[in-house]
């Protein structure tokens, strides 16, 4: 499985956009890029996957680099219930978890 | 859908006793999964099922840990017996396919497990 890197933790203001940011250097050209989030006392959920193409949902966007070594996780106006662990996971084999971004929203 | 729901959300024991945790995936998922998460390691993957077949235990922390499913809806993780360490939130995770080819995953909400 792909090694990722993220930041410890990040902070933003309510109704801001936020940017967060993951670096695979070591993915495979058929790893899926994935990201969870785990709430508060709460199991992961999915937030959005992709490959090669940029995504959009309901909840975020994912913007892949044109090299796939990098990912960017968009949340355009953060609430105070995205406050949230976000996992960024290069799938490809188990869908290993690292330690995440804890993102904090202020009011 | 009532998603992956698992049992008991909270379990309290001393040292030595048999654990038995439960999780019941989401109707139709083939894959099923087990996960532990300590603030220490974070969320360690320790078994998962394809099928009912276990395909790959090699997160199961010793012999002590087993997992069974013995049919679609339903699989035990039980501990026997279990030691402090083992005081963990324990996550059950279904998909409808391979999560690596793109499947999303739905966890449950967890067991959390104090072994005194």
């Known amino acids: 499985d792909a090694k990722t890197t993220q930041p410890n933790s990040m902070e933003s203001n309510e109704e801001e956009p936020v940017h967060l940011p993951c670096n695979h250097s070591?993915?495979?050209?058929?790893?899926?890029i994935h990201w969870y989030r785990q709430l508060p006392s709460q199991g992961p959920e999915y937030v959005i996957h992709g490959l090669t193409s940029n995504v959009n949902n309901r909840m975020a966007s994912l913007a892949i680099a044109e090299d796939r070594k990098s990912s960017t996780l968009i949340l355009h106006r953060a609430t105070l219930r995205d406050a949230a662990v976000y996992y960024c996971?290069?799938?490809?084999?188990?869908?290993?978890f690292g330690q995440g971004t804890e993102l904090s929203v202020k009011p | 859908d009532a998603g992956v729901i698992q049992s008991p959300r909270h379990e309290v024991t001393e040292m030595g006793q048999e654990v038995t945790l439960r999780c019941k995936p989401i109707?139709?998922?083939?894959?099923l999964f087990w996960y532990r998460q300590t603030m220490m390691r974070g969320l360690e993957l320790l078994i998962y099922f394809n099928n009912n077949v276990p395909i790959d235990d090699s997160g199961m922390p010793e012999d002590r840990f087993s997992a069974k499913m013995p049919n679609a809806s339903f699989s035990t993780l039980k501990i026997q017996p279990s030691e402090p360490r083992d005081s963990a939130v324990y996550f059950c995770a279904s998909s409808l396919s391979k999560p690596w080819s793109g499947a999303r995953k739905t966890f449950g909400a967890g067991s959390r497990l104090t072994v005194l």
């Open positions: 996971i290069p799938g490809g084999g188990k869908l290993i």
């Open positions: 070591t993915i495979s050209g058929t790893d899926y």
């Open positions: 109707s139709g998922h083939d894959y």
